[in-house]
Every structure is written in structure tokens, then in C-alpha cells.
């Protein structure tokens, strides 16, 4: 990347803004008159398939055209609809009853939809969480009393924590995501201050995150995360569940696979892995590549962008200034602390949650469950997250003294 390059960017290029981040900016919560079958689906949803009605119901559903979505807007509102539905229409009878076809009257729409965004045939983090909040008071600010989710499924309280707080992490990396295009501007121009400054902005910006992270525990039962929420987020990609993958009636013969919604496709953890040169063992790399295919794709191309800038930590080893060096090692060590938190966190919300689920049906005399320590992504969680969390605390830089942290 060059001066030029750099004079060409546009924060608007990569659907990203300085206010919201990689958030999507006021997102609809309503569709046209004509696409009042996904609104009222969506609306019920939970209810839906609590009471196991949600098959019933979307094979009575119309099949529409995307011709009536007059903007980008409502674009992304529908895929936030129909991606809800889908997880519910696969999910709604358990492990055990996972679905091999989806009826053309979702998949057709579906397929469609994703196609204009980019994104793949399954809910993602972005449908999830970037694009599924609302403010109830308009005016407010986005604290978690003041944030709902736009629709949602089982879970209850535990599932609008789970979303809301997910979002909060994303409302925390704002600032960062901010000082990651001040400190590229100023590693191209060799602006010390603005780099130095730029950083210590991304390390309070990655310990809010934590901060934010840490309110899981305030706002999401384990139990109910591990028994409730967590398989409508399940995917079709190595799960045992779903060996055979997933027909799209009328958009695709053959059944295809993909990876269940996980936060290992918010690009924030991505784009500071880039920025701090930090390279993951083979195996985590390749989960987290495959993540970013998971992400729209303009948020992949800022990953990407980040990428082609001149490496920050040997421009910092090089320059050997004992300030600058240690504001690089804080960013590591406070993203290395928030990875930590993270690992403690799915000890607890699949690890013990797991545990005490199994114990249950082993006294109860029932089948064992086939995701078990499985991430919702489809890794195996523990192994690959430690494996993540101990390749970035290896980016921290020599000559740093204990006291410059
Ligand atoms: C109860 C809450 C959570 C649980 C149980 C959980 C669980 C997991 C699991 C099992 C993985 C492994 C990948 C997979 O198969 O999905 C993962 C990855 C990841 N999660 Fe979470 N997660 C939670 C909340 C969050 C939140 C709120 C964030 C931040 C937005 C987050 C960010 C990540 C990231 C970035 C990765 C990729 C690994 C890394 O870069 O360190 N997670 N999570």
C-alpha cells in the first residue's frame, strides 16, 4: 500500500462509519405491506417454534419476490427475517430433528437475498447481532435497557442478553475501529505522535470490549445458552446432526454445507490479528479464514486492506522507541486478557453447561447430545480458542520492561 492507496480510501467503500463501526447504522424494523408473511413469521417466531408451528406455517407461506425491497435497507432486514426463520424451520425439533430440505418458498427468497449481499445460505454474526437491535427510545443511547432485538428466538431474557450484550462488544470496538484507520494513516505518513496516540486508543477500545464481555455473565444463564439458544445457532458443516448438509428446494439440487452463526465472524478480532501481525497456528487459521467468508463481504475487504499496510509491529520493533513499543505491547496483552476472558466465559456457557446437560440425560436414560463441545461455529472450542489466545500473547515485542506496561 502506498500514499495514493491511501488517499483512495473511503470509510463508506467497507460499510463501516466512525459512529457505529462495523455495526449497521439504524437498521428497519419493518418490511413493505407485501412482505407481510416473513414480518408476521418473523414477529412470532419464538412462539412459533416453542410450539413447534413454525414448519406448518412456513409451508403455507407465499412464495415472494425480492422486487418490492426498495433499498439496502430493507434488503438487509429481510435476510435478517428469513435467516431467523431458516435457523427455526432446521432447529425447531432438536438434534435429533433436523430437517434435509428447505421448502422453496423460504429457500428460493433465500437464496436470493444472500446472493445481492454476499453472504452465505445461513444465519451469520452480522444477521444475528450488526443488524438485529433497535433503540426503544429513539432518541436514547445504545445502553442495554435501551436496546432490543428486532426479532428473536428461544431463549427468552437469556437470549436478548446474549445478542445485546454480543453488541455492546461490537458498540466497545468502535473507538478501536476508528484508531485502527488513524494508526495505518500514520504508519504510511511515519507519524509518530498519531500512532502512538492511535494505539492507546485501541487498547482502551479492546478493554471496554472486555468490559462489555464480561456482562454475559449479568445477562445469559449458562443453562439456558447451552439447552436453548445455542443450537438455533448450529449449522450444517461438520455437525453430526446434519451428515447429509441441506437441500435449498428450488435454488440448489444438491444439498450444501456451511458453518453455524458464531462471534468468530465479527471482524473486529480479525482486523487486530491483522494489525498486530498476529499469525495463528495452521488449524485455527484456517477456521478463522473460513469465518471471514461468513462476514459481508465489505467488512472482508477492510480485513483485507488492513492486511496490505506496512507491518505495524516491525515498523515498532524497528523504531526502537521504548513508548511506542509499549503501547503496541498493551494493545497485545489487553487483547490477549479479552481472549482469556472469552475462553472462561465458554468454560462455563458450553464446558460446565454441557457437563451438567449430559449428567441430566445420563440419569434421565436419554441419548447423548452430538454438538457437545463443538463451538456453534463447528470448531473444537477449547483447543482452538487457547491455541488463538496463546499465538496472540506471542506478538508481544522485546524490549518492553514491566513497568512500561
Ligand atoms: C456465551 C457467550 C459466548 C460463547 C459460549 C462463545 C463461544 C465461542 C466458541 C465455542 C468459539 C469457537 C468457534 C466456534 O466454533 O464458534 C468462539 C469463537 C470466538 N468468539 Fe465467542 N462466544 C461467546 C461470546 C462471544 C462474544 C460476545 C464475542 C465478541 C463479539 C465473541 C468473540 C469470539 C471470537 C472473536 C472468536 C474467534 C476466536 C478468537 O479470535 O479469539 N464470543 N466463541
Excluded at 414480518?39 to 419476490?65: F, S
Excluded at 461438520?238 to 454445507?257: R, T
Aim: net charge negative; with cysteine; charged share 20%.
Amino acid at each position: 500500500m502506498n500514499s495514493q492507496d491511501l488517499a483512495n480510501f473511503k470509510v463508506e467503500d467497507y460499510n463501516i462509519s466512525e459512529e457505529y463501526g462495523f455495526i449497521h447504522k439504524n437498521p428497519l424494523d419493518k418490511l413493505p405491506q407485501y412482505y407481510k408473511p416473513w414480518m408476521d413469521i418473523a414477529e412470532n417466531l419464538t412462539l412459533l417454534i416453542e410450539t413447534k408451528k413454525l414448519r406448518k406455517e412456513v409451508m403455507q407461506m407465499p412464495q415472494l419476490g425480492l422486487e418490492h425491497l426498495t433499498d439496502k435497507r430493507e434488503v438487509i432486514l429481510a435476510r435478517v427475517l428469513l435467516s431467523h426463520i431458516v435457523m427455526g424451520y432446521v432447529w425447531q425439533d432438536g438434534e435429533q430433528g433436523a430437517i434435509k430440505v428447505l421448502p422453496q418458498a423460504l429457500a428460493v427468497p433465500y437464496y436470493q437475498i444472500s446472493k445481492v449481499l454476499g453472504l452465505p445460505l445461513i444465519m451469520v454474526h452480522s444477521d444475528f447481532v450488526l443488524a438485529n437491535w433497535k433503540q426503544k427510545d429513539r432518541l436514547g443511547t445504545m445502553t442495554i435497557e435501551n436496546l432490543s432485538t428486532i426479532v428473536s428466538l428461544p431463549g427468552g431474557e437469556s437470549l436478548q442478553g446474549f445478542v445485546l450484550v454480543t453488541l455492546l462488544v461490537e458498540v466497545a470496538a468502535i473507538p478501536g475501529v476508528k484508531a485502527v484507520i488513524q494508526a495505518v494513516k500514520a504508519l504510511l505518513c511515519e507519524e509518530r505522535q498519531t500512532l502512538l496516540q492511535a494505539m492507546r486508543d485501541i487498547a482502551q477500545s479492546i478493554n471496554k470490549m472486555g468490559e462489555a464481555l464480561q456482562l454475559m455473565y449479568d445477562y445469559v444463564d449458562s443453562d439456558v445458552y447451552y439447552n436453548k439458544i445455542r443450537i438455533f445457532l448450529s449449522g450444517w458443516k461438520d455437525n453430526p446432526s446434519m451428515p447429509d448438509g441441506l437441500i435449498y428446494e428450488g435454488a440448489s439440487d444438491d444439498p450444501l454445507f456451511f458453518s453455524g452463526g458464531s462471534a468468530a465472524q465479527s471482524s473486529v478480532f480479525h482486523v487486530y490479528d491483522e494489525l498486530f501481525g498476529i499469525h495463528h497456528q495452521p488449524e485455527s487459521s484456517n477456521f478463522l479464514l473460513k469465518m471471514r467468508q461468513y462476514m459481508p463481504p465489505a467488512h472482508n475487504n477492510f480485513i483485507e486492506w488492513v492486511k496490505g499496510v506496512p507491518k505495524l509491529p516491525e515498523y515498532v520493533q524497528r523504531s526502537g522507541d521504548l513508548d511506542l513499543t509499549s503501547a503496541f505491547n498493551l494493545c497485545i496483552t489487553t487483547l490477549t486478557e479479552v481472549r482469556s476472558l472469552h475462553i472462561r466465559i465458554v468454560s462455563k456457557y458450553v464446558t460446565s453447561a454441557g457437563a451438567r446437560a449430559r449428567k441430566k440425560e445420563l440419569l434421565a436414560g436419554s441419548g447423548g447430545q452430538q454438538m457437545q463441545e463443538r463451538g456453534t461455529g463447528g470448531s473444537l472450542a477449547m483447543a482452538f480458542l487457547k491455541s488463538v489466545r496463546d499465538t496472540c500473547k506471542e506478538g508481544l515485542l522485546q524490549n518492553n520492561t514491566a513497568a512500561d506496561c
